[in-house]
């Protein structure tokens, strides 16, 4: 089974920055995309920043509203991605969600969610 733990949320000032990490562990085989999704009260889940990994093509893809302001980044040795997020504002206030795409023997191709971690800009 596939576990993903994020850590790195908090209470930041508008203007600030936050990096949050997420690590997977398990019988992982291969991972091709990671990414990061947040949820605002009372909000739909929405996509923020989404990678590939440099074996397919490495590329990035980012909400229009984070664009310039947050950078994702992977560490595949340690099966960890990290999600940079400068020049914070008010409507950044969100549970980040981490997601994998990962092969399991036995299972095959399947997304995984991790638990969610709190981000608060203050205004």
């Known amino acids: 089974q596939v576990q993903l733990v994020e850590s790195g949320g908090g209470l930041v000032q508008t203007g600030g920055s936050l990096k949050l990490s997420c690590a997977a562990s398990g019988s992982i085989f291969s991972t091709d995309a990671m990414g990061w999704y947040r949820q605002a009260p009372g909000k739909q889940r929405e996509l923020v920043a989404l990678?590939?990994?440099?074996?397919?093509?490495?590329?990035?893809n980012y909400a229009d509203s984070v664009k310039g302001r947050f950078t994702i980044s992977r560490d595949n040795a340690k099966n960890t991605v990290y999600l940079q997020m400068n020049s914070l504002k008010f409507e950044d206030t969100a549970v980040y969600y981490c997601t994998t795409r990962s092969y399991t023997m036995g299972v095959g191709w399947t997304d995984y969610w991790g638990q969610g971690t709190q981000v608060t800009v203050s205004s």
């Open positions: 990678i590939t990994s440099i074996t397919s093509g490495s590329s990035t």
